[in-house]
């Protein structure tokens, strides 16, 4: 039998293939093989930038006596002197009541607009509210935090000031907030569900539960990254913004007096500042003009928003979509136009 | 009636017979069809060519993905006026060999090669890759169209190579409207798209997808025409549509398919290479490799003893 | 058993109860539905006489955007004109300007740079950009405002403004480094990470089976990208700049801080001296006015302003979800 004899040996004069020659282009294709590179590195350049100058002024500005330091009352230059204290707890505090008010209404409303979802009406106007409320500025929603909260019924989630009830404080400014992180909550917690395979739900009514039982028991649990993924997104849109604390916090730089007795609930009720209203009023646009404070300020509130996207990385990891939960509405999109027709006969996306 | 309870239990009594459904008449002057009983198909019959001409020589190639040879010291000749086919079991390296001849293999990082491939003697790895493409055509196993018209797609790589016209002027000069109609003859689509070029690709049917691939790959008008499996996502009758174009396109073309059915092999090709495990084990007319082979290896993989 | 699994088996089965959980949900749905129309319509009564006040002319120019706030503050009405007397065609022009350069900036960059991403940047490269992108889209308003007002406005006074400059429009309006193109190269950058990372995260879900098509057909990759990756992915590259612009839109913080001091009504026929000119946009306009919100007349015009960029979110929403409806459509046909 020709040719059973002991395989080949493999050449020693070996090719590794060459990169394709972007000089054989055309002009017109080099000048835009040229744009993207010109476009991709100008990115990189400011993306760097950005994070090189906040680190060498944060670490030029930021000691570590700040942090655990309150503002200094009283003098004229009352931002200038004392630590970021206050704005810290501040920045905890409102993204804390913001959290807690957006996180079960996200969810609920996620968990009926997927399992449950009639009138088919009702739904779809929810769906596209909720989708609006994320485009609507965040200033918008203050003005129309405030006048809610001055009206007569509710000024108990502030303090009487000096003429009658602003409707500023934590309580209200958490409650403003949560508009802001609903919209994402909602949307990670409904993308979840969508994504959940048949098979789970099927097999919880093949038991004889309920939607609701399958929902709280099995569907929720099934989901918890993508619910967390959500929150945290919703956390890093709280804290990072500034329209929202100036109108409806005030512009206390420290948590003002508590009112009344009740141990939570009046620090709640007070006033007092985030760090980014602390930045702003610290910066030459604000009152005070210590920019040192204010670079301080931001780096830390930095740091908050790299230590909130490292969870959020770390729990969309193992997941197919990005953190932003676009990645399978991408893919939607882009898949619309690939066939229609498969013949394998499964549905005709790549 | 209680939703929660389950429905009352219905016997199935079967009072009649089941209804077969009676063998369909074969499409006239069919000749592919395997008659009850028969174990092999038959060769489609076709006109001899007269003359072959040999285009793409493969000499002597080894190609590699990372550390793993998977094609070993394979020599072949392409020839115009013959349809090629390599068979073998799945890893015998005939696909990737297949896609080394128009330097596809090179988008794999870590892709290494050895030995020569020529086409009309000069070695493809001089060539510019993208001029090489052309005159080297290739189609896929999943119909892949672009989502845009059936003209456009056919005129897609005619479109792309001369920028330096216009391009509304381009896409619709005579020249290139004519080249589309002559590419989607030659596949035999014309006749079934000619009302509408401008319909979306994506909802002809599959067969007819395949079909228009095949037409855009036929655009350029290439030498050699590269065919990966191509019906392998079909069904019978579009396969069997497509098995007759492969025979009368390869007058013009020189054909190399792909196929680890081995009764297409035997339905289409003039000549049959043999692969195992990288090497090529016996090569020849196909005629002499399905009845009589010379290796034992062949005998049983034509006999169906693996693969 | 798993506590979840023993819950389950134990859990209440039974049409009722299942009644009850979904009107509670439901009833979770219709109290946000409820907030949002409340919003729309309180923040349109409180507006309600300003808009009355002053009627189409609202939208129009008459004096000057800060002498009549002015008036307002000071309960002293200009002549000729009632207090509540507004005309917000500098604080809209601001808006249009800032938000349609910044938008179109950024979506031409960002499809170049998504480009670099996706197809010619070496895997190490995009893989130190992936994170580096995600935070600059977290970056706080503030903060870009920060670096804004004590980076990038000193270095445009000193390099880009010339004195010359200054001194030829000092009668009219003083320029320095908050202005125009501060605020649109800032907006620029903080809506370039959403839209990179949509372009990017789509250009990625583009089949390669047309890839490797094209490349078989002997098409370089440029001309790839352009034909049919960049074809198949602007449903996507329109969602986003959708998003992108809302996002502009209502930036009020960063460009309170950097689009300098007056409520200017840019000029594009100034020439040059265009792109140095302050502007206010109405988010920007809304936000420094914050502490006039007790004062009547003042309060009910930023309510008008307010009222002005809900309804364009409102009318952005709208426009998102009719391309979102084309594509469909087009999905289907296609």
Known sequence: MAGAAASPTPPTAIA??????????????????????????????????????????????????????????????????????????????????????????????????????????????????????????????????????????????????????????????GAVMSLIALPLIFASTREGLEQVPPRLREASFALGKTRATTSRYVLLPAIKPSIAAGTVLGMGRIIGDTAIVTLLLGGAAQLTEPVGHAPVWSVLRGTGSTLTSYIYYNSPSGEGNAHEKAYAASFVLLLMVLGLNAIVTRLTRDSLDGPRGAGSRIRSMVGRFTPVRDMSGTAGRF | MDPLMPPPIRRIVLDREPTVAPPREPPSGANGSASAGAALAQRIARQPVANTRERMSIEGVWLAYGDNWVVRDVSLPVRQGEVLALIGASGSGKTTLLRSLNRLTEITPGAARAGRIALDGTDIHELEVNYLR?????????????????????????????????????RRSPEL?????????????????????????????????????????????????????????????????????????????????????????FRVADHVAFMHLGELVEYGPSEQVFDRPREQRTRDYVSGAFG | MSGGARQLIRGRSGAASDKRAELLLGALGVIVLVLIAGMVVTVVIKAWPSFSHNGLGWFGTGAEVDSELRAMREAAPLPGHGILYFTSWPLIWGTIITTV????????????????????????????????????????????????????????????????????????????????????????????????AITANALESVPASWREGSAALGVNRWRTIRRVSLRAVWPAVAAGTVLATARALGEAVMLAMVTGGSAFQANPLDGFTFFFEPVRPLAAQIFLESEGLTIGPLSHTIYAMGALLLVSAA??????????QQLAKQGVRA
Request: charged residues 15%; aromatic residues 6%; glycine residues 8%.
């Open chain 2, 177 to 265: 409207g004519q080249a589309v109609e002559d590419a989607l003859r030659r596949a035999g689509l014309l006749d079934e798209v000619a009302g509408d070029l401008d319909r979306s690709a994506l909802r002809l049917s599959g067969g007819q997808q395949q079909r228009l691939c095949i037409a855009r790959a036929l655009a350029a008008k290439p030498q050699v025409l590269l065919l990966d499996e191509p019906c392998s996502a079909l069904d019978p009758i579009s396969t069997a549509t497509i098995e007759e174009l492969i025979i009368s396109l390869r007058e013009s073309v020189a054909v190399v398919i792909v196929t680890h059915n081995l009764q297409q092999a």
């Open chain 3, 101 to 196: 350069a910044a938008v179109a900036l950024a979506l031409i960059v960002s499809i170049f740079a998504s480009i670099f991403l996706t197809e010619f940047a070496p895997a190490r490269v995009r893989r130190t950009l992936d994170p580096v992108i995600r935070l600059l889209a977290g970056v706080p308003s503030v903060i870009y405002g920060l670096i804004g007002i004590l980076a990038i406005a000193p270095w445009v006074n000193e390099h880009l403004l010339s004195n010359s400059r200054k001194k030829s429009v000092i009668y009219v309006v003083q320029l320095n480094g908050n202005n125009l193109t501060t605020g649109t190269l800032i907006l620029t950058v903080m809506i370039l990470p959403i839209m990179v």
């Open chain 1, 16 to 173: 590794r293939p060459p990169r394709e020659r972007i000089s054989s282009w055309p002009l017109a294709d080099r000048m835009f093989y040229g744009l993207a590179w010109l476009s991709g590195i100008g990115l990189c350049v400011i993306a760097l930038w950005i994070v090189v100058f906040m680190l060498i002024k944060g670490i030029a500005y930021l000691r570590p006596a700040l942090l655990w330091t309150r503002p200094a009352a009283g003098s004229i230059h009352q931002t200038q002197a004392g630590g970021i204290l206050d704005p810290v707890e501040g920045t905890l505090l409102v993204t804390a009541v913001g959290t807690v008010i957006a996180a079960p209404l996200g969810i609920g409303v996620a968990v009926w607009l997927v399992e449950y979802g009639r009138p088919r009406a009702l739904a779809r106007a929810v769906d596209s509210g909720i989708e609006m409320l994320a485009g609507v500025p965040s200033i918008v929603l203050a003005l129309f935090g405030l006048l809610f909260f001055s009206q007569g019924v509710l000024t108990f989630v502030s303090q009487p000031a000096a003429s009658g009830a602003l409707g500023q404080s934590f309580l209200a400014c």
């Open chain 3, 315 to 324: 009318m952005l929403s709208l426009v998102g979800w009719t391309v979102k």
């Open chain 2, 134 to 170: 052309r005159r080297v055509s290739m189609v896929f196993q999943q119909p892949n169209p672009f989502p845009m018209s059936i003209y456009d797609n056919v005129a897609y790589s005619l479109a792309e190579q001369n920028p330096e016209r216009g391009r509304r002027r381009r």
